[in-house]
């Protein structure tokens, strides 16, 4: 009976999170370099979407219109690409030098994180145009 108790009370306490502290949430997103790679080395392979969004203090997007350069895997022989039915989030800094991109597999936890280096392509687009008031009569 001790034995079952005991049994029962390890897979509850330690299944749900591996045996893995929580992320802290944050309330911003990293304004530079330094605090993004500091978040960076927060994240592990096997976090899930929700917790990752909130550690890194905003909803993950898609990059587009920069060109990127890993700096840091983890783990180290992960391989890049997308496969069927997996997702990858950029979480860029606030000074638009760097980001972390993650890939998460179909179920939903993080297979890959990677830290990155950004470059802008291109000028930047031109501002929408200002919308036509006509004058009162």
Known sequence: MTRACVTAWAVVA?????????????????????????????????????????????????????SSTVVKRKPTDGAGAVAAGETDRYWASADGTSAVRVVFGADGRARLVELLTITPMGPPPPPPPEPVVPPAP
């Not at 993950?60 to 219109?65: E, P, S």
């Open 14 to 66: 330690l299944l749900p999170g591996c045996g893995r502290a929580p992320l802290p949430p944050n309330p911003k997103p990293p304004a530079d370099r330094t605090e993004l790679e500091a978040r960076y080395e927060g994240l592990q392979p096997g976090v899930a979407g929700p917790e990752a969004a909130g550690y890194m203090g905003k909803a993950g997007a898609a990059l587009t219109g920069y």
